[in-house]
């Protein structure tokens, strides 16, 4: 009961608060309609331009006046459109991730960084964070579908989009969208992630070097417990 009591308080404080900004503001607009008023009398010899020119400053003052009981008296912002079943499921990797991966100079320490940005409209991946070689890989929905945008150490910056996905794995496809021409630039060209368990992932990265693909490399990845992570 106390509880509520208080939150009840805490609300009608907030209310009180943008009722004062509310009239406060209305005031200031007040003021300045007076004076526009008396600026414009010496122009006119009778009174009529005047009231209607009093009547326009009223009608924009009035407008003002709403919009700002708008903003004040809103209390959360718009709710972003629903995700994707594919980008929710990709929100369950928030957090640290360590494993091995092989980008062609055999295998070496590598650690990844989820996380959930825009509202939850966006999920970020960090590779080699803090590294000189660090990559980001944006995930998101793009007309309701899932897609990523790979910004890659070679300098480029390949698209792609959802292929196929099921209960433990999404795989994606390049997008030309992104303007890169496969037959001459070395890029990202295709990735499968795939969930082996709640605290495992392993990623199929597939790339074309002068149209020609390379060797796939699996790199499976392991969840950082938090108090793990926190020592590091």
Request: charged fraction near 25%; aromatic fraction near 4%; proline fraction near 6%.
């Amino acid at each position: 009961m106390l509880r509520r009591q208080i939150a009840g308080t805490g609300c009608r404080t907030c209310e009180i608060r943008s009722e004062k900004k509310i009239k406060n503001f209305a005031k200031r607009v007040q003021r300045a309609a007076d004076r526009s008023s008396s600026l414009l009398k010496p122009h006119f010899k009778t009174d009529k331009p005047i009231k209607h020119m009093n009547t326009k400053i009223t009608s924009i003052c009035a407008s003002l006046l709403l919009a700002a009981t708008a903003v004040l008296s809103a209390g959360e912002p718009p709710k972003p459109a629903p995700s994707s079943p594919q980008l929710e499921k990709l929100k369950t990797l928030a957090g640290t991730w360590q494993g091995k991966a092989d980008i062609g100079q055999g295998p070496i320490d590598m650690i990844v960084q989820y996380r959930v940005l825009a509202a939850g409209s966006v999920v970020e991946e960090r590779a080699f964070p803090g590294m000189p070689n660090e990559m980001v890989t944006m995930f998101y929905d793009k007309e309701g579908k899932l897609a990523l945008t790979h910004y890659c150490m070679l300098g480029n910056r390949p698209e792609m989009a959802l292929k196929a996905s099921d209960a433990n794995s999404l795989t994606f496809d390049f997008d030309s969208c992104c303007g890169i021409d496969p037959k001459k630039e070395t890029h990202m060209h295709a990735m499968t992630l795939r969930f082996d368990d709640a605290n495992t992932i392993t990623t199929t990265c597939k790339a074309l070097a002068d149209g020609k693909e390379m060797p796939a490399h699996d790199t499976t990845l392991h969840r950082v417990k938090a108090e793990t992570a926190s020592t590091k």
